[in-house]
């Protein structure tokens, strides 16, 4: 039996996802923590996703920022369950991903493990990404292997579907390697566009998309984009679907009003979602949806409607809390690199072939 902390925060940059799992060799998620993040390392980590003024310095202090949120979370997570350093094997931390261009050869997390490792005591592994890059691969996904470690022992054909900043898919059929991909856009398009119209971070349950009614023609010009036509292995990121990019197709269009784009938007993460899913494995009996994405009511009977012979439902139906699971990814990933175990999967990212994924900063 051993410890693992996994720490996560994904493009929707609401906050640190902190989860404690027990691996032994079955995974348990035993404790939680979570931490907003400040709305001014918002603001820097969302400027740093495009190139700016003094940048690398920039991204240094950002990341030092983050590492001390990240360490002060961990404390307090450890005093809850009356933990010491020494009893975590690792901590599996993701970082915060600015740039991910693996076309052009490189993905870019920042977080710095070294001083995570100064301020908590504990060995970190980070840079996950990083050699399935070097592979040729698309260092992206990463949960599908986790997903199989996780829900693989059902029957019948499955799929898991994380919906944060963007979508993807771990598709597990009994026999079969698992597969996956990036859909598009998750929650950052409709994230963006809510803080731009009222000043909030995201919709909640969609209430404000369900006020709305779909656009066709933004519909059609945003679903024209290349990403949605081309198939996996592909990942994808803020470099493609941003606020600008929802501006350009905007401009070339008669005015919408905002709840009508927000439910455009809303429809787009659906679609893409569901016609990628049945291009890939159309006889899917479960879907299984984990992120932020499972908490929108409007967005999941979205699915449940456009799925009408598959079981939707959230991973709480496994006994798994949707809002945990990537940062229980993390944890497993730490406790994969120190045991040498590859995670990454050929079939999900295009990699030449299996690989450890991770560098490790011991205590």
């Given at each position: 039996m051993a410890l693992y902390i996994g720490v996560m925060s994904g493009t929707s940059l609401d906050g640190l996802d902190i989860a404690l799992i027990e691996q032994s060799p079955a995974i348990k998620l035993m404790a939680t923590h979570y931490i907003?993040?400040?709305?001014?390392?918002?603001?820097?980590?969302?400027?740093?996703?495009?190139?700016?003024?003094?940048?690398?310095?920039?991204?240094a202090i950002a990341q030092q920022n983050w590492v001390k949120l990240a360490a002060q979370g961990i404390h307090?997570?450890?005093?809850?369950?009356?933990?010491?350093?020494?009893?975590?094997?690792?901590?599996?931390?993701?970082?915060?991903?600015?740039?991910?261009?693996?076309?052009?050869g490189f993905t870019v997390q920042i977080g710095n493990p070294a001083l995570l490792t100064e301020l908590t005591g504990i060995t970190v592994v980070s840079d996950f990404r990083s050699r399935?890059?070097?592979?040729?691969?698309?260092?992206?996904?990463?949960?599908?292997a986790f997903h199989e470690a996780l829900f693989g022992e059902h029957s019948g054909n499955r799929a898991?579907?994380?919906?944060?900043?963007?979508?993807?898919?771990?598709?597990?059929?009994?026999?079969?390697?698992?597969?996956?991909?990036?859909?598009?856009?998750?929650n950052v398009l409709l994230d963006a566009w809510i803080h731009q119209q009222r000043g909030e971070h995201f919709d909640r349950d969609g209430q404000w998309a369900a006020s709305g009614k779909v656009e066709p023609a933004l519909l059609n010009a945003l679903l024209s984009d290349p990403f949605f036509v081309t198939t996996g292995p592909k990942s994808t990121g803020r470099e493609v679907f941003n606020l600008e990019w929802l501006h350009q197709h905007l401009g070339r269009l008669p005015t919408f009003e905002p709840q009508d784009v927000q439910a455009t938007l809303l429809e787009l993460t659906a679609l893409t979602i569901i016609e990628s899913l049945q291009a890939a494995q159309p006889q899917t009996e479960t879907l299984l949806v984990c992120g932020g994405g499972a908490r929108n009511t409007t967005l999941m009977n979205r699915l449940a409607a456009l799925l009408p012979s598959t079981q939707v439902s959230s991973?709480?139906?496994?006994?798994?809390?949707?809002?945990?699971?990537?940062?229980?990814?993390?944890?497993?990933?730490?406790?994969?690199?120190?045991?040498?175990?590859?995670?990454?999967?050929?079939?999900?990212?295009?990699?030449?072939g299996l690989r450890v994924l991770g560098a490790i900063y011991p205590t």
């Open positions: 907003p993040m400040p709305d001014t390392l918002r603001t820097e980590l969302l400027a740093l996703c495009a190139s700016g003024a003094d940048e690398i310095a920039r991204s307090a997570l450890l005093d809850q369950q009356n933990l010491k350093p020494q009893d975590i094997r690792a901590i599996g931390s993701h970082g915060q991903t600015i740039r991910h261009e693996p076309a052009r399935d890059v070097a592979a040729g691969g698309q260092g992206a996904p990463l949960v599908p898991v579907l994380n919906v944060g900043g963007f979508s993807n898919l771990s598709l597990i059929e009994t026999g079969k390697p698992v597969a996956g991909f990036d859909c598009g856009p998750g991973t709480a139906t496994y006994g798994v809390d949707p809002d945990w699971v990537e940062a229980m990814a993390f944890a497993w990933l730490a406790h994969c690199c120190l045991e040498g175990i590859a995670a990454n999967r050929p079939s999900v990212t295009g990699a030449r």
